[in-house]
Structures are given as structure tokens and as C-alpha cells.
């Protein structure tokens, strides 16, 4: 099994979880360490309850994994509602002024600060949470030096007294449990490699950039918030325009207006915001301006669990507008993959001209990961497909090859493209409606109709999609392909269902696990090939209905052999599908929920 | 004068500014005299055609776009702001036309109209009012008079009008004006000062539907309209006069240009990333030096 450590800090929102859970990020990221960090929280500004997992290997770490070696509770609550998920091997650091511990397992290590003695609480607030990561930092069998480092750095701005105050602090809890706490057998180790900490919401803003964003708008809404305040904040390095819209509708309108100027637009959202774009997803399509939405799923419907995670709108995706339309639908598989998705999926638009939806969750979206910085490539292709422009930014037909009145917006060709001229380019005046229209864009809905003409813009506007799906790869398999079990999972759940392969193979039980990234074009007949070969199919999501599996059987007629859902907000752990697999390969279910043991 | 507009030194036509097809507005239409004051406020300010954009929504007067030799959008059913203030951003260089009715604009665009003109995003808002949704056959609109009897409303409408010129001033547009189609050269003049003031002009049009509207008539406007320009005490400097003008109606209507400012800068004007020309002319490329400090700051 993969050795990793896992830490959980939780607390009361406002209570500085969020502080120590990047100080110890950044000390395990200069130490050459992958990490996973995971927030669990809820819609809440001051009080609640956040658990905040963060987990660190030398081998690449993609979930919140099963187990805590490390529980730093910040109150009460945050003991009684954790302490019993220690096992063996285990410690807890806690506040023995003002908190105290419940019955804990066998071989659990309990470490109680005496705050008050160690430090001057009148004068610093936090006091128990740097103390706390003092002690951890010991225990973990890590220099001080990291952590002095990097509370110079966080305190730097507030002069030489608070950095000092601060160090000192730390200090005295590292001595502390130098003195009284026994350090855990395998201290943290270290390698030469450097990573980047990046959230999905910041991958995919950053991507954007690579991508050539111009524009970017957004109305803010949880999940997807993380997107606008990386764009706002580095708006002027990267020369994007970007702004708040007063609702999703003008979002989406927005977007495509600038988009029909001739930039690269973008706008993120999640299930609510992305109801209220659908019918501007349709114009997008039908007056075939390209522009690339990304959706942050969160646990719906409505309103729903706004800080929870699920993978519950793909059908809402998959009937976004009304009527029949090209678009490609991508579901980035892990954080790196939310970076290198934007880029694509935008050539693919540009050169489909047709809308790209990104089909994210709040568990990429707000998660964390550590990426090689090389995965961060800003030196992207860019393919704008035939697009006309004044200067040298098209790479479509020349401004010469039309005059006034040859030139067809929506010139019916074999490929379904039709070359795209923007505003502003002499000779090729024309007017785009998002009713019916022809060639020249005249309509043929209002005055006169004309069901000869209809049909054949129909299917030029569809022929597109055998474009697309040529130019989308089909999807592979990991692992044996004689396995026991194939596990078959979308976007955010490739990580936790890889590990729970790994885990599944050491345990006797070959596995191996399909991965869907491309949810349109989804190339059902590549798929049935996989499929057809094994023993015993399960598809894991994170919804209640089984959306995806309704979908691939709607597709390709395929049923699996079972299931496995969660639908309570929180992601699947590893041993969550472990268990399943295990009880449906010995047919006991069909349908595992596995219950979700951390209360957040 | 909105940035960037270019002029042609060549005298255009009216022929040069006519679409590819003829208007199917019903004979009669209040919409035949806003599209021929465009039209003539175009030719007039030698603005090339190519560099026009003229967006509109859905509805009779939202087919504007079609009639126009101008790069047109036929957009969504009171969306035409949101995708004018999108198109705008991108590229400044472009006039931009917005055109609609009073259903699009106020009823299920409202949220944009105000919204927009608090923005001051440099376009020319021209709303043909006819009191009624004529496309749908006849129904209520938000500037329906109380007690007007349409298909929705058959004994008489019960909610108070919204008040355009008076919701414009609110909001913070920086031109308001209203014109009569009936009244071509004054319709002409508040066209071409919408067009180079810099900022939202918003400028309401009686546009009288000879179809469903037996109330608002040319018959019911001709004496009730008087000219701003006519009256010498007016000053469209001042707010609150402005304000108070707007709110008169029933005997005397006001038409002309209520108010105007020119110290508010234009929402495109404002933002320094659009120091070096407009976005659609800018590198695609993140200089490289950013790039990495993007990522350096991850690390």
C-alpha cells in the first residue's frame, strides 16, 4: 500500500483553520511531497464545523485517502466528532485548556498542550493552532527551520515583533512534544522534486490564460468562485478583461457577445447559474459563435448542499438548450487534467464553432493538488479553426478571398464549418440570428419558411459532430485487461478509484478501471470493445440515480453488472468502493451506497 | 464620440446602409421611421458600415438587425444588452447599436437595461415603445397605460406602467432622451448625438403598432408631443429637471434630449486592460516571464 500521511485539522469556520492547513501544505510541498488537501466546510462564514484533510506522500497522493495519522481539533466539537476515527498509530494534539478527549482506540497517541503555560494567550489569539503545528512538526520528524521559514514569510508584512512572537511560539510546542510526545515511527521524508499547489478552480483560470482567455465573466456562485477571484487578480498581468455580470443569463450573453467579437471568452458557474445559460448555450450554438462554460457541480438540486460535492447535473448538461445542436462536454479526470482541459477544449470550439462545456465539481474545483509545475504549460497550440480577422490573430480564410455580398456566413459545406468573419472585417458584412436562417443568414423563420432550407442548415450545423468526434480520442483502460472487476468512473473519481484498484490487487482481486473523460463525444463502440471482454463491470458515481450509467446504456445499451453511489455530499474514500466491490463480487448487492463514517 | 469610430471620406447612401431584405413590419409600423432615421444618422456621420454592429433581441422591432447593411446580431429575447456590453469589451473600436421594444427591454430584459446603463457601456440603446407586445398578437407590455385592454389584460390593465425616461435617469444613464417616429429630422438629430455621445444613450421611441395599440396612436401623440429643444429654459445639464420632466405625461409629453453628461467614464474607458487597443487585436500568448510567475506563485 502507498505510504502516505495524512493530517485533519478542523475547527469552527473563522477559527484560522485554513492558516496552519497551508503552512503544513507548503512545508510537505518544499520537502519534495505530493499532497491531496480536501476542505470539508459548510455555507457558513464564523462557526460551524470544517474538517480540513491534508495528505502527503513521495508518490503522487489523488484523494483524501482512509486513514488520519494526525488530528489537530481547534475545539471540542472537532474532538468529539473525530477522535473515534483514530486507529492505532495515530495522535491527536489538542488545547488540554479548554478541551478535553473522549474515549480513543487502542494505540492512540493523545497529546494534550498546556496552552496557557506555553504561551501568552491575551496576547495571541491562535496561539493553540501554531503551538499545535509546532508539536506536529516534531512529531513528524521535521526541522523547525521549515516552519520558522514559512511563518517568516506569512508574517513579514506584520513586522520583526509578530514574526518573532510567532516563531517563538511554534517553538515552544515543537520542544514540547520533543519533550513529552513520542514522534511517529516514519518521519516525513524528502526528495529533490518541486511542485505546484493549485486548486481545480485556479487550474482551470490559469488554463484559460494558456488558452488565449480574453474574457472572462462570471456571477459568483459556490463552487465556482475560485475561477473569477484568479481571473480578477490577475486580470492585468495576463490582459483579460474581466467582470461581475448581475446574473448568470447576462453571463452567458456576455460571453458570447465578446466571443462573437473574435476572443477567446470562458465563464464558470455551477448547476443554478448554468440553468439560467441554457438558452444562451443555444444561441451559441445557432448562430455558431463558440464559447467554452464551465459548471462546478455541487450537491443539488436547487439550492441543494452549496459546499458538498456531487456529479449530479450530466443530464442537465446533456439537454442544455432546447433543439438539437453540436457541443463538446468534457469532464477534467484530476487537477492537472482541470488545467489542460481549457486549452483543448477551446480548439475544439474554435474549430467546431459550437459551445465547450466543462463538467467540473466542488471536489476538483475546491480541492487541492500538488502538480509538477511542467503539467502548467502556457506554451499551449492554439487553433482558432477558420476564423477571418483583421489581423493576424485568424488563422481562416484571408480578407481578400470575399467581397461584399459572396461572402456566407453560413456557406453549407462537407465539413459543417463555415469560415467566420468578425465584426469589423470590411466585405463581410452579415447579420447572425439565433432564429432559422440561410446560407447569407437571412432568416427563414418569420416572413417565409422553407423546409428544404431548414433541413439543409440542420444538417450542416450536425454534420460538425463527426468532426468532432474525430478529433476526440476514445477512452482507454487502466490496468489488466483480463481483470476480476473493471471499474468505470467519470471525471473527479479517477483518482479515488485507482487507489481503490491498487488497494483491490494487493488484496488478491485484480482490477482495472475505465475512465471517462469525454462525456460528448463519448464513442460508445469504443467503449462496448473495452467492455465486452470483462468479467464483472461496476460504474461508481457520486449521484443518486446513476446518471452516468442511465446515459451509457442510452448510448450503447450496456448494463453493468452493478453500481456504486454516494449521494450524501462527501466524496467516496478508497475503501468505500473496496468494500463495495468486495460484497458485490461475493453477489450480495447490486447497488452499494457506502455511508460516509467522517460527520462534516 | 464613441472611441475609436472611424469616418469614411466618401459620402454614403441610404443605399449603402439598406439589408439584404425588406422590413415585414406591418404597413404603417412606427418601426419604418426609426429604421429610416438610422439609417439617415448613419450616412450623415460617415461612420463605415463594416465597423457598425447593430444588436437586437426578439420581437417585431428586434428584427432591426436584418434590415440594416450594418454586421448584425439577432440575439435572444432581451439579451441584446448583455451581448452588446460582451461585444463592446472586445472590441471598442466597434459602434454599437442595440434595438428593441419595450417588452424586450423592460419586461425580460430589465435586469440588463438597468444594469448596463449603470455601467455606462458606450452604445446607443434605441427601444421602439408601442406600448404592446405586437409579435405575440397583442398583449400587456410593461408601458402599457392602466385600464388598456389587450388579449392578456381583456378588462383593462390593473399595474402602473414603468416609466422609461424616469428609470434611465435613475439608473445612471449618461444620455436620455425620447423621439417619436412620427417626428423624422428631431428622431435623426437625438440619433446621431446618441451615437457620439460617449457612454449609454438611451433613447426611447414612440413607435406606434397600427395593429394592437388603438390607444397610443399617431392620432394620440401628434399634439401631445412638444420638443425639449423647443422649450429655451431647458437645460439637459441638470439632473433634476430632468427627473421632473420625465415625469410628465398626459397632455403635454416631453420629446427630445432630457439629459446628457459627460464626466462619467465609459465602462471600456475605465479599464486598464484595454490601455493597448482593444482585446480582440492582443496577443493570445501569456508573455512568458508571467507565465512562470503564475506558477511560481503556486510553489
Redesign the interface.
Known amino acids: 500500500m502507498k505510504q502516505t500521511f495524512a493530517i485533519g485539522i478542523g475547527g469552527a469556520a473563522g477559527q484560522g483553520v485554513a492558516t496552519p492547513g497551508d503552512i503544513f501544505a507548503k512545508i510537505f ?1 518544499r520537502r519534495g511531497l505530493h499532497l491531496n488537501a480536501y476542505n470539508a466546510y459548510q455555507s457558513i462564514i464564523r462557526g460551524g464545523h470544517t474538517l480540513l484533510t491534508i495528505r502527503t506522500g513521495t508518490q503522487k497522493v489523488t484523494n483524501m485517502g482512509d486513514r488520519l495519522d494526525l488530528l489537530i481539533p481547534l475545539n471540542q466539537d472537532t474532538m468529539d466528532r473525530h477522535l473515534q476515527l483514530l486507529t492505532a498509530g495515530a495522535a491527536c494534539i489538542y488545547n488540554a485548556d479548554t478541551i478535553k478527549p473522549g474515549p480513543a482506540a487502542d494505540g492512540v497517541q493523545l497529546c494534550p498542550l498546556p496552552v496557557s503555560e506555553l504561551a501568552d494567550i491575551s496576547r495571541n489569539k491562535v496561539a493553540q493552532n501554531t503551538l499545535a503545528m509546532g508539536a506536529g512538526l516534531h512529531m513528524m520528524g521535521i526541522a523547525f527551520q521549515a516552519l520558522e521559514e514559512v511563518l517568516r514569510e506569512q508574517f513579514k508584512k506584520k513586522g520583526e515583533a509578530v514574526v518573532a512572537e510567532n516563531v517563538g511560539v511554534a517553538r515552544a510546542g515543537y520542544d514540547y512534544a520533543a519533550a513529552r510526545f513520542m514522534a511517529f515511527p516514519n518521519p516525513i521524508p524528502k526528495t529533490d522534486n ?5 486548486s481545480g478552480n ?1 487550474a482551470m483560470a ?1 488554463g484559460g ?2 488558452a ?1 482567455v ?2 472572462y ?1 462570471a456571477y459568483p456562485m459556490s463552487p465556482s468562485t475560485g475561477v473569477l477571484h484568479w481571473m480578477a487578480a ?8 474581466v ?1 461581475q ?3 448568470e ?2 453571463v452567458i ?13 470562458m465563464c464558470a458557474t455551477s448547476g443554478g447559474g448554468f440553468a439560467l445559460m441554457s ?2 448555450l443555444g ?1 451559441s450554438a445557432m ?1 455558431e459563435t463558440p464559447v467554452v462554460v464551465i459548471n462546478c457541480q455541487r450537491a443539488g438540486p436547487s439550492t441543494g448542499v452549496p459546499t458538498k460535492t456531487e456529479q449530479g447535473d450530466l443530464w442537465q448538461m446533456l439537454g442544455a438548450a432546447f433543439g438539437d445542436y453540436p457541443r463538446v462536454i468534457a469532464a477534467p479526470l484530476d487537477i492537472g487534467d482541470c488545467f489542460k482541459v481549457i486549452p483543448e477544449i477551446f480548439n475544439l470550439a474554435d474549430r467546431f464553432q459550437c459551445p465547450g462545456l466543462v463538467l467540473c465539481d466542488l471536489l476538483l474545483s475546491e480541492g487541492r493538488l500538488s502538480v509538477h ?1 511542467n503539467e ?1 504549460n ?2 499551449q497550440n ?1 487553433d482558432r479553426g477558420e476564423l477571418i ?3 493576424g ?1 485568424g488563422n481562416g480564410a484571408s480578407i481578400a478571398a470575399a467581397r461584399n455580398g459572396d461572402y456566407k456566413r453560413y456557406k453549407i459545406t462537407d465539413s459543417g464549418i463555415s469560415p467566420r468573419a ?14 432559422e436562417h440561410m446560407e ?4 427563414i423563420s ?2 417565409f419558411t422553407n423546409p428544404v432550407k431548414r433541413r439543409a442548415m440542420m444538417e450542416k450545423r450536425m454534420r460538425k459532430v463527426a468532426g468532432i468526434e474525430a478529433a476526440v480520442p476514445p477512452p482507454t483502460l487502466a490496468g489488466p485487461r483480463d481483470a476480476d472487476v473493471t471499474l468505470i468512473g467519470w471525471g473527479s473519481t479517477k483518482g479515488v478509484i485507482e487507489e481503490a484498484c491498487e488497494i483491490l490487487n494487493e488484496e488478491g482481486i485484480s482490477a482495472n478501471q475505465l475512465q471517462i473523460r469525454w462525456l460528448v463525444p463519448l464513442h460508445g463502440e469504443a467503449i462496448l470493445d473495452i467492455l465486452r471482454d470483462s468479467r464483472h463491470t461496476i460504474i461508481v458515481e457520486n449521484n443518486y440515480s446513476g446518471q452516468f450509467a442511465r446515459y451509457l446504456r442510452s448510448e450503447t445499451s450496456f448494463v453493468p453488472d452493478g453500481h456504486i453511489r454516494k449521494y450524501d455530499g462527501e466524496p467516496f474514500m478508497p475503501h468505500h468502493i473496496v468494500a463495495a466491490v468486495k460484497q458485490q463480487l461475493a453477489g450480495q448487492t447490486k447497488l452499494s451506497v457506502p455511508m460516509h463514517e467522517i460527520m462534516v | 464620440m464613441a472611441t475609436g469610430v472611424q469616418r469614411v471620406s466618401q459620402q454614403l447612401t441610404m443605399a449603402d446602409l439598406k439589408g439584404k431584405v425588406d422590413p415585414d413590419w406591418c404597413p404603417g409600423c412606427g418601426d419604418f421611421g426609426v429604421l429610416a432615421a438610422v439609417q439617415k444618422a448613419l450616412v450623415e456621420l460617415r461612420i463605415p458600415t463594416y465597423n457598425v454592429v447593430t444588436i437586437s433581441g426578439i420581437g417585431c422591432s428586434s428584427n432591426f438587425p436584418g434590415y440594416m447593411n450594418t454586421y448584425g446580431m439577432h440575439t435572444l429575447h432581451g439579451r441584446a444588452l448583455a451581448v452588446a456590453t460582451g461585444l463592446k469589451l472586445a472590441n471598442h473600436e466597434l459602434t454599437v447599436l442595440v434595438t428593441g421594444g419595450d417588452g424586450d427591454g423592460f419586461g425580460i430584459g430589465g435586469n440588463h437595461f438597468v444594469h448596463s446603463m449603470r455601467r455606462n457601456v458606450d452604445l446607443l440603446y434605441i427601444v421602439m415603445d408601442n406600448q404592446i407586445y405586437g409579435l405575440t398578437t397583442g398583449q400587456t407590455s410593461p408601458t402599457s397605460r392602466i385600464g388598456m385592454k389587450t388579449k392578456s389584460m381583456p378588462f383593462g390593465n390593473i399595474e402602473a406602467p414603468v416609466n422609461p425616461i424616469s428609470l434611465a435617469l435613475a439608473a445612471g444613464a449618461t444620455f436620455v432622451a425620447r423621439g417619436f417616429s412620427g417626428e423624422q429630422k428631431h428622431l435623426t438629430e437625438l440619433i446621431k448625438q446618441g451615437i457620439e455621445h460617449p457612454g449609454f444613450s438611451f433613447l426611447d421611441v414612440f413607435s406606434p403598432c397600427v395593429t394592437y395599440n388603438h390607444d397610443n396612436t399617431y392620432q394620440w401623440f401628434r399634439p401631445r408631443v412638444k420638443k425639449l429643444e423647443d422649450d429655451s429654459a431647458h437645460d439637459p445639464t441638470n439632473w433634476m429637471a430632468a427627473m421632473e420632466k420625465s415625469l410628465l405625461w398626459g397632455e403635454e409629453i416631453p420629446i427630445g434630449k432630457f439629459f446628457e453628461r459627460t464626466d462619467v467614464s465609459t465602462l471600456h474607458g475605465a479599464e486598464p486592460v484595454l490601455n493597448d487597443g482593444p482585446l480582440v487585436h492582443g496577443d493570445l500568448k501569456v508573455p512568458p516571464e508571467v507565465a512562470r510567475s503564475f506558477v511560481e506563485e503556486l510553489m
Open positions: 510541498s518541486r511542485y505546484a499547489i493549485l485556479v490559469m490564460a494558456a488565449g480574453k474574457f465573466c490577475h486580470a492585468r498581468k495576463a490582459g483579460i478583461m467582470r455580470v448581475e446574473d443569463i447576462g450573453n456576455m460571453t458570447i457577445g465578446a466571443a462573437h467579437a473574435g476572443v477567446r471568452a438558452e444562451g444561441m448562430i509545475p502548467l502556457f506554451s492554439i480577422m483583421t489581423n490573430n468578425v465584426p469589423g472585417v470590411p466585405g463581410h458584412i452579415h447579420t447572425v440570428a439565433t432564429d447569407d443568414g437571412v432568416l418569420d416572413e
